[in-house]
């Protein structure tokens, strides 16, 4: 038996910016309405890079800085909902922009809580010693998903990648302690993308099944009521208390759901770190995204212990205890 290791973070968000204020020119909204109720100002929208290219951009960097090669990479996962192709997974195109010759590649799909499944995924790949060298990207192009007429969804979310390497290292690193869960009986509360029999004998479909729905209430208490108690579950886990760990990086998909959760687990809102105001939802991206951001601007270290904690359509939800 093997222990994993967190060599690297790395992200890549499209250049287009758009603001609050650009999306009350297309949909009957304001930056005063987003802005208060989900915490975020703008986002990234790709209007030429596709989900694969952007994790392919994220992988790149993250394979660099865990001062490796794409050939040394064994294994290749890819969490998304929004993949170029049904088939090609995204990560096999992945393998195949940043040269991975010698990887296997596949893709999950857990929504917003994809990114620690792939996680946990890679972990019990490395701990089983099948493979030494995982990247595992969270990459969304969900602007290419969301019904742009539709104002309780089109503010909302945001494309971008993150990835990160994890390789096999020392006992009591990478991925301390995990949480997982699905409700598949709450399938109906966020879908996208329905792909209906559809062949000659058929009738049409309605179009606006293809798109992003969501009970944005139903995920609201979801959220709220689960996340605090997979957090305090991980920690338990972990034989740690909030003391031992830096930092809270949530699902970034509104800071009124994390003001709650901090509430409910007694801590201070320093604790937990937020990004959507200037990604927004980014689905199974947003904590890498944050967690390469928060490498970037030095607010976490080698042997930080950081809880994440994803939640999303399915519905899934997890935390682990990760230490970088
Ligand atoms: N601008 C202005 N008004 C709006 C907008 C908008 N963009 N969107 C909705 N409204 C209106 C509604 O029509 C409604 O008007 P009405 O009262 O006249 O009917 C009013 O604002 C209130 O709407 P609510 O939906 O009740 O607003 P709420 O406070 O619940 O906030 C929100 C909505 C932001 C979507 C919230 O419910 C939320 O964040 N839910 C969680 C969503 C989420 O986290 N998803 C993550 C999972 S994503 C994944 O897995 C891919």
Redesign the pocket.
């Known amino acids: 038996m093997y222990d994993s290791k967190i060599a690297s973070f790395a992200k890549y968000v499209p250049e287009n910016i758009v603001k609050n204020d650009d999306?009350s020119k297309i949909?009957?909204?304001?930056d005063e309405?987003?802005f208060s109720?989900?915490g975020i100002k703008e986002r990234r929208i790709s209007i030429s890079e596709n989900t694969s290219q952007m994790c392919a951009n994220a992988g790149k960097l993250a394979v660099e800085r865990a001062g490796l090669s794409p050939s040394d990479i064994n294994l290749i996962i890819v969490a998304t909902?929004s993949s170029d192709f049904s088939t090609p997974s995204s990560a096999c195109m992945v393998q195949k922009i940043i040269g991975a010759k010698n990887a296997a590649a596949f893709d999950i799909g857990a929504?917003?809580?994809g990114f620690i499944f792939a996680l946990s995924a890679a972990d019990k790949f490395i701990k089983t010693g099948a493979f030494e060298n995982v990247l595992v990207a969270g990459g969304e192009t969900?602007s290419k998903m969301l019904d742009w007429s539709d104002?309780?969804?089109?503010?909302?979310?945001g494309d971008g990648a993150g990835a990160c390497v994890l390789t096999r290292g020392n006992i009591g690193g990478g991925i301390i302690a995990e949480d997982l869960h699905s409700d598949g009986e709450k399938a109906d509360a966020?879908t996208?993308f329905f792909k209906p029999v559809n062949n000659a004998f058929c009738e049409n479909l309605d179009e606006k099944l293809k798109y992003?729905k969501?009970d944005?209430?139903e995920?609201?208490n979801f959220?709220t009521r689960k996340v605090p108690l997979s957090i305090n579950t991980v920690l338990q886990k972990a034989n740690l208390s909030f003391d031992d760990i830096k930092y809270i990086v949530p699902?970034q998909?509104?800071s009124?759901?994390v003001e709650i959760i901090a509430r409910k687990l007694k801590l201070p809102m320093e604790k937990f770190f937020m990004n959507m105001d200037k990604y927004g939802?980014t689905?199974a991206a947003s904590i890498p995204i944050a967690l390469s951001e928060m490498v970037e601007q030095k607010l976490i270290n080698e042997k930080d212990k950081i809880i994440v904690s994803g939640?999303?359509?399915?519905l899934?939800w997890g935390s682990a205890v990760i230490q970088i």
Not at 151 to 157: A, I, M, N, P, Q
Not at 311 to 314: A, H, K, L, P, V
């Open positions: 999306l949909v009957e909204t304001s309405w987003i109720r989900t909902m929504a917003c809580s969900l104002r309780s969804t089109c503010v909302l979310f966020l996208s992003v969501m944005g209430r995920i609201f959220a699902h998909a509104n009124r759901i939802n689905s939640f999303g359509g399915g899934t």
